[in-house]
């Protein structure tokens, strides 16, 4: 991670970080990511490959977010879950449960510094948290969904400063058993 103070966070045995900082989400062609709370799709595929890629290490997310998740899908499991809210006592409510509460984004990433596998720590969304975390995630992992379906929230565009590294495939499409085409798409951030 770099560009970033609390990137710079003490771990806990006082050696500096060098933890690598990544968004990973799935998106439309238009850039949808959520529709009333949760993802208008269904790409199984998808799920396993967030899973395979966030297992092991802290995971960082909205309050909306980790209440899409249905209550016995969270914490996700293998990872702990630190989740970004501004209500004050929200941490004490049974929704909380399984969470690690804090109240910034700059708190999010300390905490990660202190969680298992935190050689990688991933943001998990959802539209208000990638945005907040442009300037400061180094990798962005975007499955793209051919699909045109319509949502409410949408994906933050990685244009300027970032860079598309490689696709899978790196021509055409993934196919899901649903018929879905998909493919994975890999960014670098180039600068502040
Ligand atoms: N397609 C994908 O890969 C993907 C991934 C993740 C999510 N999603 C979808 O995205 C949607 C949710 O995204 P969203 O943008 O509505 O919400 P979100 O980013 O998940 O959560 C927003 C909430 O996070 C808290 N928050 C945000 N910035 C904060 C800050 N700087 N400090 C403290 N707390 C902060 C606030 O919680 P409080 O209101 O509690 O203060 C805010 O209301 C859902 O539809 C979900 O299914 C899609």
Redesign the pocket.
């Known amino acids: 991670m770099s560009g970033h103070p609390s990137h710079k966070a003490e771990s806990p045995d006082s050696r500096e970080s060098a933890s690598q900082l990544g968004m ?4 439309t062609t238009k850039g949808v ?7 208008p799709w269904h790409l199984p595929e998808d799920l396993k490959h967030f899973s395979s890629l966030t297992t092991g290490h802290p995971v960082i ?6 209440e ?1 998740f249905p209550p016995k899908y969270r914490p996700l499991p293998g990872r702990t879950n630190i989740v ?4 004050e006592g ?1 941490a004490g409510t049974p929704e909380a449960e399984g969470a690690v509460v804090v ?3 700059d708190e999010a990433l300390l905490e990660s510094q202190f969680a298992p596998g935190n050689d990688h720590v991933w943001i ?7 945005r ?1 975390s442009m300037g400061l995630a180094d990798v962005a992992v975007v ?1 793209e969904i051919d699909s045109d379906v319509e949502g ?2 949408y ?1 933050p565009e990685l244009g300027e400063h970032w860079r598309r590294e490689s696709t899978d495939p790196a021509e055409g499409w993934l196919e899901s058993k649903n018929g879905t085409k998909y493919r994975i798409a890999t960014w670098r951030r180039t600068e502040d």
């Open positions: 990973v989400w799935a998106q990511i959520g529709r009333g709370g949760t993802m997310m909205g309050r909306k977010t980790w899409s970004v809210t501004r209500q929200w109240s910034s984004l998990v969304g959802g539209g208000e948290i990638y907040q499955t409410d929230t994906a």
